[in-house]
């Protein structure tokens, strides 16, 4: 397990992001394939996803308990980064909103620094994929 942490602003207002990340049409991203809930319960959701990884297609199972509008929190159930637990947390600042990303993650056959190095790849990838969408949402 490494702890990572990372932060951006979004050039948008927090209401904006929140509607945004609730539109599966518009908040799309290239290295997510696919999704499908597999069982909702409140807040949380448990859901099948068909990622693009290191090694190709793969599959995980995550559980997502959102807390609009401030964020929400992803653990991986099963997967190749399975254990890894990751919280959003949105800050408003006006017509901007603060993004904090923070937790643990864990990728198998990965060393610490590989595995730290392709969180903030990740991290840096679907901020600049969600800045570019907000623009046209």
Known sequence: MVYVRDDGVF???????????QDPESHQHESILSQKVLEQKGNTMKIRAEIAG?????????QMR????FGFELQVLEGATKGTKQTHTYVPMGNKTKVIVAGDFHRQGASDEE??????????QVFNEDSAALKDF
């Open 115 to 124: 595995t730290r190095k392709g969180a903030l790849a990740y991290f840096e």
């Open 54 to 62: 290191p090694q190709g297609k793969a599959e995980e199972i995550w």
């Open 66 to 69: 959102m807390d609009p509008p």
């Open 11 to 21: 050039d948008a207002s927090i209401e904006k992001i929140w509607k945004y990340i």
